[in-house]
């Protein structure tokens, strides 16, 4: 935030005192006389009868106020000039219980003559008074145009009022010159609310705080900025078709301090007041966060966000909690995102900030950037997972940067809480697509970035990093551009190279620093990565593995994996080994697909919601062993090229789910043993290998499933195919089992 200089302020302080007039006049109201009707209309009639004792002649006055005092009343009147307002311009008038006038305090101001057409427009005030608060001026700020009085004819001001991270700040601005006249806070008596600073877990003493950016007009409603907590009443967003919500957001009621000081319970309600104010104050703050501290612009309508606490279609806790950008109703404004919030019946979710903050993040992620489409997604190369994980990693860490922790959901999630100081693994080893899980490595690695250079520099420099993926981004990617972000730290002269090794060595502990789409293996470089089973699909489908494959389900794995062949190489030969994990089984189908200097893609068929193989240059199917072996050599269609690259990626349909090893080398000529050496001897087992135009080839299936190289296995029948649902259910499962395990 800018902050004026010693000589501004000395120049504000006289141009304050300027434009203030010295002192109110008083005046005792006529003995004996009283005016009739009520008392603003005696108030009235008192002041124009006696303008010219009083100094008013030629002042136009608007009525303000009534309030009773007792038997009496004060009666306030605005003055205004111009048909502006004329700020800090009020006339008091007590008004006795008959009608007689007590007093009357005139502060006005006299001799007028200002222009009230402005040379600054509303746009260029906006600009200017965003210069001084370090700060977009969205719609939430409020502007006025009025008169202020001094010795000279009086001014014409902008009165700007702006919400910052210390609570509300007015700015006067002259509105022909566009010098900034005075700035104050007008904070004074701010409400105030219980919360959990963190959650009942980590801090589960209750502290009052203040609630510094409640909406003016309706200080008496959680609505701040552009969001607004609200009371769920019904509705369900996954029934078929969706119900949709029922809030409440005047349900929580004030004490008549205007204070929001509610008592947490224990269990489950869905009438608690103290979850819905610890759901708004920490938002608000996370809100004001990046407004402030990441300068990210939330003007625009897009937004609005709606906070639905308790959330319990059919009157039942629900498990979980999730950001939607979607349109809501709080019956009077439409809201264009929701962040919804359930919980179980031991603990209402809105008491740990760390999950609302988290759900907070992907609200950033998505109206600010936009690079993740959801949990998955396809493109052409299949499954996509990496910007889900990369959204729910810095989800994690920017929750966990604003409490201060690094522990995030310990209060709600239990033993599946996600510790940013724990060692995630390394990619691709670790890797499922599920998102949550793969996330740990960006969260922890941006985690990592905090400790080394402390939040003031890691806050910007990891929400830069995101600023700059696609939706096509991969977690290299973020790494990647936390990298490049270093390099300007270090021109700026705000980091060391020491400290940039430092960071560089945890990107590299897990494996960001290779972490693409497309990994490169060779004869001293395998891969190991990890591929969901069918068996785990039907479990939460309540099917089998049988028939998700009779209805085409079929998984490609994250990775695709590349040989750059060298020129002494004859051939290639790619290995993939399968070990099944998590509950273990036999039963594989699966494809190794290959294609020369180019990945090999897939499309999309709308009506059948499947994948099916696009672009390719050979192809091993179904698969039935856990070894698989594809070579390409000079006999392959089209035969080996020597400075090509070659991309494998596998397709399947397997049971378990499983652990994939995948390792390529190049093929070199054998020297000649000579006319007495005995013929080579092949060992017994499911591995032959056949070149496609040998006079022996694999045993193929009827559909002709070897394909221009040679197999390591024999084949068997089955469909092909992809479905997208399928997908989705693995990817949820995998979540649910990682989770459960865990546990």
């Given at each position: 935030m800018k902050r004026l200089s010693l000589a501004c302020s000395i120049n504000l302080v006289i141009l304050a005192m300027a434009a203030q007039s010295v002192a109110a006049d008083w005046h005792a109201g006529p003995a004996g006389k009283k005016y009739p009707g009520i008392p603003a209309v005696a108030a009235r009639a008192y002041l124009a009868e006696y303008r010219a004792p009083l100094s008013i002649q030629g002042v136009d006055l608007v009525a303000h106020t009534t309030l009773p005092v007792f038997d009496s009343h004060t009666v306030r009147f605005g003055q205004t000039y111009g048909g502006l307002p004329v700020f800090r311009s009020a006339i008091a008038v007590r008004v006795g219980p008959e009608g007689e006038i007590k007093t009357a305090?005139?502060?006005?101001?006299?001799?007028?003559?200002?222009?009230?057409?402005?040379?600054?427009?509303?746009?260029?005030?906006?600009?200017?008074?965003g210069q001084w608060a370090g700060r977009v001026i969205g719609d939430e700020s409020t502007l006025e145009l009025g008169v202020m009085g001094n010795r000279h004819g009086g001014a014409l001001v902008w009165r700007v009022d702006v919400l910052r991270n210390d609570g509300a700040h007015r700015y006067e601005v002259d509105a022909h010159t566009g010098k900034l006249i005075q700035?104050?806070?007008?904070?004074?008596?701010?409400?105030?609310?219980?919360?959990?600073?963190?959650?009942?877990?980590?801090?589960?003493?209750?502290?009052?705080?203040?609630?510094?950016?409640?909406?003016?007009?309706?200080?008496?409603?959680?609505?701040?900025?552009?969001?607004?907590?609200?009371?769920?009443?019904?509705?369900?967003?996954?029934?078929?078709?969706?119900?949709?919500?029922?809030?409440?957001?005047?349900?929580?009621?004030?004490?008549?301090n205007g204070d929001f000081l509610f008592d947490p319970i224990n269990g489950w309600a869905m009438d608690d007041s103290f979850a819905e104010v610890n759901v708004y104050y920490h938002l608000d703050r996370m809100n004001?966060?990046?407004?402030?501290?990441?300068?990210?612009?939330?003007?625009?309508?897009?937004?609005?966000?709606?906070?639905?606490?308790?959330?319990?279609?059919?009157?039942?806790?629900?498990?979980?909690?999730?950001?939607?950008?979607?349109?809501?109703?709080?019956?009077?404004?439409?809201?264009?995102?929701?962040?919804?919030?359930?919980?179980?019946?031991?603990?209402?979710?809105?008491?740990?900030?760390?999950?609302?903050?988290?759900?907070?993040?992907?609200?950033?992620?998505?109206?600010?950037?936009?690079?993740?489409?959801?949990?998955?997604?396809?493109?052409?190369?299949?499954?996509?997972?990496?910007?889900?994980?990369?959204?729910e990693g810095t989800a994690d860490y920017f929750a966990c940067s604003a409490n201060n922790d690094a522990v995030e959901g310990e209060a709600s999630l239990g033993q599946g809480a996600r510790d940013l100081n724990a060692n995630p693994g390394k990619c691709p080893d670790v890797l499922f697509g599920e998102?949550?899980?793969?996330?740990?490595?960006?969260?922890?690695?941006?985690?990592?970035?905090?400790?080394?250079?402390?939040?003031?520099?890691?806050?910007?420099?990891?929400?830069?990093?995101?600023?700059?993926?696609?939706?096509?981004?991969?977690?290299?990617?973020?790494?990647?551009n936390v990298q490049d972000g270093m390099a300007e730290l270090k021109t700026a002269g705000k980091i060391t190279d020491a400290q940039i090794q430092k960071v560089n060595d945890a990107i590299h502990l897990r494996g960001l620093d290779d972490c693409s789409r497309f990994l490169s293996v060779d004869e001293k470089t395998s891969r190991r990565t990890n591929m969901i089973g069918l068996d785990l699909v039907g479990q939460y489908m309540g099917g089998s593995c049988s028939m998700l494959r009779s209805y085409g389900f079929a998984l490609t794995s994250?990775?695709?994996?590349?040989?750059?062949?060298?020129?002494?190489?004859?051939?290639?030969?790619?290995?993939?080994?399968?070990?099944?994990?998590?509950?273990?089984?036999?039963?594989?189908?699966?494809?190794?697909?290959?294609?020369?200097?180019?990945?090999?893609?897939?499309?999309?068929?709308?009506?059948?919601?499947?994948?099916?193989?696009?672009?390719?240059?050979?192809?091993?199917?179904?698969?039935?062993?856990?070894?698989?072996?594809?070579?390409?050599?000079?006999?392959?269609?089209?035969?080996?090229?020597?400075?090509?690259?070659?991309?494998?990626?596998?397709?399947?349909?397997?049971?378990?789910?499983?652990?994939?090893?995948?390792?390529?080398?190049?093929?070199?000529?054998?020297?000649d043993a000579g006319p007495d050496a005995p013929p080579d001897v092949t060992e017994a087992g499911p591995i032959v290998e056949a070149g496609a135009d040998s006079a022996e080839p694999t045993e193929p299936a009827a559909d002709g499933s070897v394909e221009g190289g040679?197999?390591?296995?024999?084949?068997?029948?089955?469909a092909n195919g992809a479905t997208l649902a399928g997908m989705m259910l693995s990817i949820a499962a995998i979540a649910a089992a990682r989770s459960r395990r865990r546990r």
């Open positions: 305090v005139v502060d006005i101001a006299r001799d007028l003559s200002v222009s009230t057409l402005p040379s600054v427009d509303e746009a260029s005030v906006r600009s200017l008074v700035q104050y806070h007008l904070a004074v008596d701010l409400n105030m609310a219980r919360v959990y600073e963190i959650n009942n877990l980590k801090t589960p003493t209750p502290v009052d705080k203040e609630l510094l950016h409640l909406t003016v007009t309706t200080p008496q409603e959680l609505t701040g900025a552009e969001g607004t907590v609200a009371r769920y009443i019904s509705g369900d967003l996954e029934a078929q078709p969706p119900k949709p919500l029922v809030v409440d957001p005047k349900a929580v009621v004030p004490d008549a004001f966060f990046f407004r402030d501290t990441l300068k990210v612009d939330m003007s625009a309508v897009k937004w609005s966000l709606l906070a639905v606490p308790h959330y319990a279609p059919n009157q039942q806790p629900y498990q979980n909690a999730f950001y939607s950008p979607s349109k809501a109703s709080d019956g009077v404004k439409t809201y264009y995102n929701m962040i919804v919030i359930g919980g179980t019946k031991a603990l209402n979710w809105a008491y740990d900030s760390d999950v609302f903050l988290h759900e907070y993040t992907h609200y950033m992620n998505h109206n600010a950037i936009g690079f993740s489409e959801g949990v998955f997604s396809m493109d052409e190369y299949g499954l996509v997972t990496m910007p889900g994980s990369i959204d998102t949550h899980m793969d996330g740990e490595l960006i969260g922890s690695a941006a985690w990592a970035v905090r400790k080394e250079l402390g939040a003031e520099i890691a806050d910007p420099l990891n929400w830069g990093a995101s600023s700059m993926l696609t939706t096509a981004c991969t977690l290299g990617d973020w790494a990647k994250l990775f695709h994996f590349k040989y750059q062949s060298k020129s002494a190489d004859k051939g290639v030969k790619f290995t993939v080994d399968l070990k099944a994990i998590m509950g273990g089984g036999s039963d594989w189908d699966w494809d190794m697909v290959l294609r020369k200097n180019d990945p090999v893609t897939f499309i999309s068929n709308p009506m059948g919601m499947s994948l099916e193989l696009d672009q390719h240059d050979y192809k091993l199917e179904h698969i039935d062993k856990a070894t698989g072996e594809f070579t390409i050599d000079d006999k392959s269609n089209p035969p080996f090229d020597p400075t090509a690259t070659y991309y494998m990626v596998i397709f399947q349909r397997n049971c378990p789910t499983s652990q994939a090893t995948v390792k390529a080398a190049g093929v070199v000529p054998v020297p040679s197999c390591g296995c024999r084949t068997v029948g089955g």
